[in-house]
């Protein structure tokens, strides 16, 4: 498999993230084919990669080898069924969102037997991705592989089984977004008390750091690590925390389960 062009339908943010770890590697393809609803959203994809060819419709990025279905799951369908015939039999189908499976995807595009679904993750923006996917069961080895081989240039991608997607979108793709507003407000917190942002930057971003090696590395059981910082600022609301993840998480799952 020689891919020679990419299309994306949908110019939201992770075909931004897609592009800039594209951009980053200094991967080159005959062409990278977008195409969105929004003209707006397209113009400012424009202005970041000029390399890219805007498409008129979803239809010219569906004629490429490799095509990233890059929508929410609700329109997904929908999508596909108006733009099934402009797949040719060796695309390389590349679903980014949780919920639609390979077998329904499969059932309105019979003639396409290469469909991928990968979990992305925003942290691909800087070639560190955190990506599991799965292939339809018709894929060879050596097709695999070859995917694999450019996915992996946007982080570390790994093969799942499919039920295991919308876990993985819970506890990675989404991850981040749980942490990243509290350190935000740390490095608030340390400038109103005497650091300099920079300072307070580089404390926050070290110690998380440091804070991840010893949870995960030091050898220590997790209640031991815990007990090494004997005073707690927050511990006092730490159940009402640990259950506001119960509340949200698990919920978010069965919702985007197929």
């Keep these: 498999m020689k891919t020679k062009s990419l299309g994306f339908i949908g110019g939201g943010r992770i075909t931004r993230i897609f592009l800039q770890a594209i951009k980053n590697n200094k991967t080159e393809y005959n062409s990278i084919v977008v195409f969105d609803t929004d003209s707006v959203v397209l113009l400012k994809l424009k202005d970041l990669y000029p390399g890219i060819i805007v498409a008129g419709s979803a239809g010219e990025a ?4 490799l ?5 929410h799951p609700p ?20 679903s980014l969102a949780p919920k639609i499976s390979i077998a329904k995807m499969a059932f309105l595009l019979p003639h396409v037997t290469n469909i991928v679904r990968l979990i992305p993750n925003a942290t691909s923006i800087v070639n560190e991705g955190y990506n599991p996917v799965c292939f339809s069961d018709s894929m060879s080895d050596w097709s695999k592989q070859t995917l694999m081989r450019i996915f992996r240039r946007m982080g570390r991608t790994f093969e799942v089984e499919e039920p295991k997607l919308e876990s993985y979108a819970v506890m990675s793709a989404m ?9 935000q407000e740390l490095i608030k917190i340390g400038t109103q008390i005497g650091l300099s942002e ?26 031991e690590v815990i007990d090494l910082i004997p005073v707690k600022p927050i511990g006092e609301n730490e159940t009402q925390i640990k259950a506001i993840y119960q509340d949200k998480l698990i919920p978010l799952f069965e919702k985007i389960k197929p």
């Design 198 to 223: 920079e300072e307070s930057m580089n404390s926050v971003r070290d110690t998380m750091l440091a804070a991840i090696r010893t949870y995960f590395y030091s050898g220590l059981l997790p209640d």
């Design 175 to 183: 991850l981040p977004t749980y942490f990243w507003f509290q350190w």
């Design 67 to 71: 095509v990233f279905i890059a929508l």
């Design 75 to 94: 329109v997904i369908i929908e999508t596909l069924k108006l733009v099934k015939d402009q797949f040719r039999s060796n695309t390389v189908l590349i």
């Design 62 to 65: 569906a004629k490429q080898d």
